[in-house]
């Protein structure tokens, strides 16, 4: 990358390649993926729909805090 600082993040649209589904750890990803997913509703009923994540410490201060929002 020509100016990493410059750089807050990178949107990936339609990122999918129909060779994913071959890839050997696919089916286990999905496996986990459907039972994960699963349990959003009832979370999001409880209020638990905001999960921490401490992956946007190489965020600018203002896209950090609004990230962790």
Do not use: E, H
Request: some cysteine.
């Amino acid at each position: 990358m020509d100016y990493p600082k410059d750089v807050a993040g990178i949107a990936l649209i339609d990122s999918a390649t129909p060779y994913q589904f071959d890839l050997p750890t696919y089916p286990t990803f999905y496996w986990v993926w459907c039972r994960t997913s699963a349990l959003l509703p009832t979370l999001a009923r409880a209020g638990r729909t905001c999960l921490p994540l401490n992956k946007f410490t190489s965020l600018p201060p203002g896209a950090c805090r609004a990230a962790s929002v």
